[in-house]
């Protein structure tokens, strides 16, 4: 199977590479390794504005050498998809592949879907898993707000697929084998020389005219935290969200929040956790108030142990937790962070006597034995 | 004339059901017609965002006309019947008829479900902005949008955020899309996707008045035959050919959750409360 990863290095990419392009080139790492040795033949295409880099991610680490052949692809124009789709057509009018896989991102979803419909071939967004099997290529991925795992077929190639978001595992950053660039092509800088210009799209750019672009600042610090309390639409208010930030400090814990508390403008949009925000793996995550819906709980359900505060007993969220309280998050959580600030001031202070923690295996599976035994203890 | 699409789907709320009842029931064929259904999330968005973008056409004395679209059996109605309240000029349903297995399933069906669009936007003939929310809930696939544009021709802003009105044939569009924030003046035609919409987060409420007047009001159906009926080429369409899918489903499962929750019990907030503390503690995951 012949196969090209396409990604956007951002601009200028000379030095040091675009983070979250090295989380993405991480996610199809992930991905790519289900089929590795199905693949007889790997192509990077990475485009990038402004000056080439000199730096790419490491694609398919250990399973292949690296990418067997590197193309750089310049575009003038990023905010534009239409940018892309021309260079990409051409490139494959060039050279065809049976898979195309883009990244995550928003850019990611909409060349995978925009290029199967111009290339006559199929595509899945959102792709979790795929297998290659008597030439046939079945992928996975979430449905019914991540509540489900929906597996499909793929009909034409050349399929165009987009991986899932995944919590963080950058991959690489590699300097640019000049011999593997130059061996494709005598011209690095444009794939086009001595062919005919390639065609305009037919969408054109000009309907876009003073575009503003600036980077979205995160001051929550929310991504990489190693303590995480994510809250749900039990906040109730804005004033909450202020208290619970105090909590959280004293925790050593960032705050987090699910998609209608954002809306409801009681947080910053740089807080929001789930699919259509922050995918997380901090060692704990706190989940209080948050009824456990799937978009939501995607973005914790990589974290190393989750503790489930929430009124409903069966709410979904304890289906994920390793442990779990039933009662009002705002009278267990100032008492726990009343508990961390005594323990801080006196380390030696003994607790009252602490009740067995109970175990409800009876109504769950067991799939995390360890940390139930160490709860135990 | 601006003249607005907005496209949307109802789904069941999915916090109104949990892993039990997915246990329940049949995962290939699930019936969750006894969950209350809401908007989804998006879309809603996409709905106040064409309402904000109607009320400031019109109070500037520019025409303005606006229709929401929906594909759905006939309890979609209840939501089409909100948004006539709400002003929406009218209200259009698709209806897959009374015998849906004559079609194929449009569940994961991005491409029938544009195509089915495109060819509604082509009947109406001078229609310039068209309005769909990202993603849905069921399918999640976020392709509608951008295949739309594609089957029309016309350009495509993802993510949008925040639409105001310039002039009759153009918006200034902003839009949060892979840790950016991009404000750009276009020109109509054009789709745009909702995303995550802060400032237009949720639908309004009609008033009880603009409820009884939603009443009187027609809900138009069509059924798949009738789009594009008129031409030649459209009569001979073969409609399971035009609404195949590029991909087949082949299986569906529960995600693995099977995760036993120990829960901490006491008497009260404080005894749960050191019980947690305890427990992070023993696993040295206390500050």
Known sequence: MKATVVLYAGEPARSAADPSLLVRAGEINRFLADIGPDISDLELWLFYRGAPPNTIPDIMPGITAGPARILLLPVDLPHLPESFLASLQAMYRRKPVDLMVFGSDGLGRELATRMAYRLGGASCTQVETCEFRSSRLQVSKPAYTHTLTADFELGSKPWCLSVAKTADNPARTIKIDRTILESLDQDTESPYRGEEPMDPDPIGTTWSTDVVITPEVSESGLSHAERVLAVGQGVNSRENMEILENIADTLGAHLGASRPVVMNAWAGMDRLIGVSGLILSPRLCIAAGVSGAGAFTAGIQNSGFIAAINTDGSAPVFKLAHAGIVDDMFAVLPALQKLIAERKTDPEKPFRPVPDAHDRENQMSRENPKNLEESEK | ?287
């Open chain 2, 1 to 287: 004339m601006m003249k607005a699409l907005v496209c949307f789907k109802t789904i069941p709320d999915p916090d109104m059901f949990g892993n039990q009842e997915w246990e329940a029931m049949d995962i290939h064929q699930p019936d969750l017609s006894f969950v209350k259904r809401i908007f989804n999330c998006f879309d809603e968005s996409g709905l106040e965002i064409a309402l904000r973008l109607s009320g400031r056409a019109k109070a500037s004395d520019l025409p303005f006309d606006l229709q929401a679209l929906t594909i759905d059996d006939v309890r979609a109605d209840l939501f089409l019947r909100h948004l006539l309240a709400v002003q929406y000029d009218r209200a259009v349903r698709i209806d897959p008829g009374p015998d849906p297995d004559l079609y194929p399933d449009l569940r994961f069906n991005a491409l029938a479900v544009s195509f089915l669009i495109a060819s509604y936007i082509k009947s109406l003939g001078e229609q310039n902005l068209v309005i769909l929310g990202t993603r849905g809930g069921i399918s999640d696939n976020g392709q509608t949008g951008p295949l739309v544009a594609e089957r029309l021709g016309w350009p495509c802003i993802r993510d949008v955020s925040e639409v105001d009105f310039v002039s009759p044939h153009s918006l200034r569009v902003s839009s949060r899309t892979d840790n950016t924030i991009m404000t750009q003046t276009v020109r109509l035609p054009l789709v745009l996707t909702i995303g995550n919409a802060p400032e237009s987060p949720f639908l309004r409420v009609p008033t009880l008045k603009q409820k009884l007047k939603a009443a009187k009001k027609k809900i138009e159906v069509l059924e798949f035959p009738d789009l594009g009926m008129g031409s030649e080429t459209d009569q001979n369409i073969d409609w399971k050919t035009a609404l195949k899918n590029d991909k087949a489903l082949t299986d569906l499962g529960l995600r693995n959750r099977g995760r036993t929750c120990v829960f901490v019990e006491g008497k009260g907030p404080q005894e749960k409360a050191e019980g947690l503390y305890k427990l992070l503690d023993d696993q040295g995951l206390m500050p």
